[in-house]
């Protein structure tokens, strides 16, 4: 299936801890997105990336970081996690000129 | 104020009922898009739009790029529209979002 996978669907874990998204499309798509959907259901793009340039949203604390081994990946990393990153997570692709496609999201609890 | 403003917030039509959404923004944009969310959390990227009017279905997404605005339009609405609706703007690489339209189409 042609698609944007991310994983893990649910992920529960200790304020503290060092925690990572994988994201994976194969739709041939050259730039990748992460975004944050708060309990308010507010989306916010934290970070586009093609495979020539990082765009940080300003208001993303440095805690989060983008990882990106090629062009079909891109992975999530968040630092001593706070009980505020508690969200859904979604990861999205898109090629110039097209629309784009989400994956089906990453559902983080800190507690 | 918001970048990008959506009206009605929330939506409840009978089945049939043609509907109309409508995003407001005030940023210079390269594209807008539509997205549908539904009660499950999964996203779907309805329509990228950087003029004029297109149409998929029963859906017709317009944007009027003089008066920054746009509107979704759903004709012989279904409960399976039931959802909610997102306006997105993108400036280049920035996004800026509405905060969403939450329909409910009843039998």
């Known amino acids: 299936d042609t698609a944007v996978s991310q994983t893990p669907k649910y992920l529960v874990t200790q304020m503290g801890n060092d925690k990572s998204i994988k994201c994976e499309q194969n739709?041939?798509?050259?730039?990748m997105y992460w975004y944050k959907q708060d309990s308010k259901k507010f989306l916010k793009i934290m970070f586009s990336?093609?495979?020539?340039?990082?765009?940080i949203n300003e208001t993303v604390p440095n805690r989060f970081s983008p990882k990106s081994p090629d062009k079909a990946h891109l992975n999530l990393h968040i630092n001593s996690l706070e009980l505020g990153d508690s969200a859904v997570y979604f990861c999205?692709?898109?090629?110039?000129?097209?629309?784009?496609?989400f994956g089906s999201g990453t559902r983080l609890t800190v507690v | 104020k918001n970048e990008v403003e959506q009206s009605p917030q929330n939506l409840t039509a009978q089945e049939g009922e043609f509907i109309t959404i409508n995003c407001s923004y005030s940023?210079?944009?390269?594209?807008l898009h539509w997205l549908q969310q539904h009660p499950g959390g999964g996203i779907v990227s309805l329509f990228m739009?950087?003029?004029g009017k297109k149409k998929h279905g029963r859906l017709i997404a317009t944007i009027n790029i003089q008066e920054k605005h746009s509107s979704l339009h759903i004709t012989a609405s279904h409960p399976r529209d039931s959802a909610v609706y997102i306006c997105?703007?993108?400036?280049?690489?920035?996004?800026?979002f509405g905060t969403g339209t939450s329909l409910t189409v009843i039998p």
């Open positions: 999205a692709s898109s090629s110039q000129g097209d629309g784009y496609t």
């Open positions: 739709l041939g798509h050259d730039t």
């Open positions: 990336y093609n495979n020539k340039e990082l765009i």
């Open positions: 940023v210079g944009i390269s594209a």
């Open positions: 739009l950087s003029s």
């Open positions: 997105a703007a993108r400036t280049g690489n920035q996004f800026y």
